[in-house]
């Protein structure tokens, strides 16, 4: 079993940057891709960035240029740098990891529990 931590969200005005973290935690387990998700009020869960292993990256178009993920193996964690943020970047932020743990036998997503970033005046 891996269990995901997030944290660094919370209340930014227009303009404005932050960074979210995610931490990967278990026993003898192995991530493969990392992704950061979002859910606005109302609206259906959205893929923001993805990183592999290696660390090749992948953006939505929204946050082209504007959200860089990253990630650092050594500390199974995974960032979100978020400049320019605009009020309709305001959701809840998951961290999602596929993992494979010692004990399993096939590869297996797993979920954080979320952390609220919004974006107002």
């Not at 404005?16 to 992704?35: H, K, P, T, W």
């Not at 869960?45 to 292993?53: D, K, M, S």
């Not at 650092?72 to 978020?82: C, E, G, I, P």
Request: aromatic share 10%.
């Amino acid at each position: 079993q891996v269990q995901l931590v997030e944290s660094g969200g919370g209340l930014v005005q227009p303009g404005g940057s932050m960074r979210l973290s995610c931490v990967a935690s278990g026993r003898a387990f192995v991530i493969d891709n990392m992704s950061w998700y979002r859910q606005a009020p109302g609206k259906q869960r959205e893929l923001v960035a993805g990183i592999t292993r290696d660390g090749t990256p992948n953006y939505e178009d929204s946050v082209k240029g504007r959200f860089a993920i990253s990630r650092d193996n050594a500390k199974n964690t995974a960032y979100l740098q978020m400049n320019s943020l605009k009020p309709e970047d305001t959701a809840v932020y998951y961290c999602k990891c596929n993992a494979i743990s010692s004990t399993a036998i096939d590869w297996t997503d797993y979920w954080g529990q979320g952390t609220q970033v919004t974006v107002s005046s």
